[in-house]
């Protein structure tokens, strides 16, 4: 069943050169779908518009990981942020083999480990282990290799397609050509606005689509 976003629209008082307009999208079953777009041009506008309009009450609640941490992470340590998102019953034997996954071998000590201490790639991942954990019905990952090793993004990209055999939507905002290349869709924002949209392997190969204009890297 495809997926479909309404239109959307955003503006803030304080800069009256940008506003966010947005068509209603439609995007495949299949895969994860990629948002790309030059600094500035609306991605994490995108995001956050996007789970603030979601609907409870018809299921359709999008989960957003910011790209700015200190939104997300409010408690001292993994173990009470988890807590703090309403988790009742926390399998320890589950969350520790996603820390191990992303790179944390001692995973026991690292639940308790305040966030505080922590470098801002160990924040970030940290972050990622909570998203991956919760398995929210929708999700919207912003820039989530930001401070990430290689060999962690391989993991993170396999964690996005195990979340789609479940049957959860999720949304990554990224420059990265290898997210990039491995979503079914892409959405790409230019100047606030949805420049080009659709399946992922006809844009790549349309002659005409030029990666570079969205800011996407590849290396």
């Keep these: 069943m495809s997926l479909i976003l309404a239109p959307m629209s955003r503006s803030y008082g304080n800069n009256q050169e940008f506003t966010l307009q947005t068509p209603e999208l439609t995007l495949s079953d299949i895969g994860y779908t990629c948002l790309i777009g030059q600094n500035g041009s609306g991605k994490s506008s995108f995001g956050e518009s996007l789970a603030k309009s979601s609907i409870p009450d018809k299921l359709v609640k999008w989960y957003y ?32 083999g996603l820390l ?21 790639g160990e924040r970030r991942r940290i972050a990622l282990v909570c998203a991956l954990y919760l398995e929210p019905g929708y999700l919207i990952l912003d820039e989530p290799d930001i ?24 949304i990554l905002i990224s420059h990265n050509y290898e997210f990039v290349k491995g979503s079914s869709d892409l959405i790409c924002l230019f100047e606030g606005s949805v420049d080009r949209v659709g399946r992922t392997q006809e844009l790549l190969s349309d002659e005409t689509f030029d990666l570079y204009k969205y800011g996407v890297r590849f290396q």
């Design 147 to 170: 401070s990430v090793a290689a060999k962690e993004n391989v993991v993170l990209l396999a964690k996005i397609n195990n979340l789609r055999a479940i049957n959860t939507r999720v």
């Design 100 to 120: 191990r996954e992303m790179g944390f071998p001692d995973s026991n000590s690292i639940m308790e480990f305040p966030f505080i201490l922590m470098s801002g």
């Design 65 to 96: 990981l910011p790209q700015y941490l200190e939104r997300f992470l409010f408690a001292e340590n993994l173990i009470e942020q988890l807590a703090g998102l309403f988790l009742q019953n926390l399998d320890r034997n589950r969350l520790s």
